[in-house]
């Protein structure tokens, strides 16, 4: 067993996380054996990625986390260190959407199931260290206009049914969407609720998603960089007009992808991919 030389100084930042948005952990060295990440309280544990065999993790935290104290337990081989994450109250607004009978149904069709499913294993994998570089472009030009923000509780027709998992802009028919960071598309098909859908993994268990598109103009594989058109803006699936749906996931945790294009992870990371 090779101990580290000295005792690693490992980070957890912020220390105080708003509920929908996330932190980091790094450790400024490698350590032996197979570091394991736990964060007490969170039903989707965080991946653990060795960038330059630094142990770093994304810890997404949900809109509807109850508000407290998350002990995080990292562990290693010889070794082990014990800290906390404190998730601190966000005020989230409610929008109710009044909705007609064929779009009740789409909205709660059981066949979506399968389709997430498949979401979800996808992005189950991640591309091991961070492609982007700086701080993400929104994915519109121009004046954004926010119809609904993220976290919103969601009431369908009087029925409460979750939290609204990305933030809605209105645009016309057609207008281009652009990727906001380098990544490369993991997805790009028809779901029942989200329409034409486009998901780019980032790296780091770090990735977005475009729902309701018009068209799609990339393809599973393809490698996008930031300002690359992937799709034009529709009313596919569950809409009630055109809009773009823009959401960010740790791995399969929503959280609020605008501070991404506020700097949020502009200097987490050193580099990228050349």
């Known amino acids: 067993m090779q101990l580290p030389a000295s005792a690693p100084v490992i980070t957890l930042r912020p220390a105080q996380v708003l509920q929908g948005d996330f932190a980091v952990l790094k450790v400024d060295q490698p350590l032996p054996g197979e570091p394991a990440l736990h964060v007490e309280g969170l039903s989707e544990q965080p991946k653990l990625f060795l960038l330059d065999r630094h142990p770093t993790a994304f810890i997404g935290i949900p809109a509807a986390a109850p508000v407290g104290t998350y002990p995080v337990r990292l562990t290693w081989e010889g070794g082990e260190w014990e800290g906390t994450l404190e998730v601190v109250r966000k005020d989230f607004t409610v929008d109710r959407l009044e909705v007609t009978a064929e ?22 994998t991640s591309f091991p260290e961070p492609l982007w570089q700086g701080a993400f472009r929104p994915p519109l030009d121009g004046e954004l206009w926010v119809t609904t923000y993220f976290g919103e509780i969601r009431i369908v027709n009087g029925v409460e049914t979750g939290r ?90 929503p959280v609020d992808p605008w501070p991404l294009t506020q700097g949020s992870v502009a200097d987490l990371f050193a580099g990228g991919r050349d």
């Not at 729902?211 to 809409?239: A, K, M, N, R």
Request: with cysteine; glycine share 12%.
């Open 164 to 253: 609204h998992s990305g933030m809605d802009f209105g645009a016309p028919l057609g207008t281009p969407i652009y990727a906001p960071a380098r990544g490369r598309v993991i997805l790009a098909e028809e779901f029942i609720v989200s329409g034409r859908t486009i998901v780019i993994d980032h790296g780091l268990n770090l990735f977005t998603a475009y729902y309701h598109c018009e068209e799609l103009l990339v393809q599973p594989g393809d490698w996008v960089e930031p300002g690359d058109p992937i799709g034009t803006v529709g009313s596919t699936g569950f809409s009630t007009g055109p809009h773009l749906h823009w959401t960010a996931t740790v791995g399969n945790t």
């Open 103 to 124: 779009q009740e149904q789409i909205y709660y069709d059981p066949r979506q199931a399968e389709q997430w499913e498949k979401l979800y294993r996808l992005r189950s």
